[in-house]
């Protein structure tokens, strides 16, 4: 089976920094795409930040400049580096990734339990 599990979510004060951890573990032959994505209260899950195997990185329009997303392949590991926090920041934070397993042909989608990022005014 396979597990992502994110870490580094906490409470900071506005303009504030947070780098967000997401582990991929299990029975994993190789990572294609991964993600970052947030939902806050009341708000559908919007997408922040992609990454792809080779390293292209795509972002939503209210975090370029500040976020930076980035993966570290060999130890199956994705990074979200938040600079400048708003408010608006405020969210649950998943991570993503298209994780192809052993003995089968097409990658399988996979999401982390989430992690709280509150940024205080």
């Known amino acids: 089976q396979v597990q992502l599990v994110e870490s580094g979510g906490g409470l900071v004060q506005a303009g504030g920094s947070l780098r967000l951890s997401c582990a991929a573990s299990?029975?994993?032959?190789?990572?294609?795409?991964m993600g970052w994505y947030r939902q806050a209260p009341g708000k559908q899950r919007e997408l922040v930040a992609t990454v792809a195997s080779g390293g292209r990185t795509n972002y939503q329009d209210s975090v370029k400049g500040r976020f930076t997303i980035s993966r570290d392949n060999a130890k199956n590991t994705m990074y979200l580096q938040m600079n400048s926090l708003k408010p608006e920041d405020t969210a649950v934070y998943y991570c993503n990734a298209q994780i192809y397993q052993n003995g089968r042909m097409f990658p399988s989608t996979y999401w982390g339990q989430g992690t709280q990022v509150t940024v205080s005014s």
């Open positions: 299990g029975s994993i032959a190789g990572i294609n795409g």
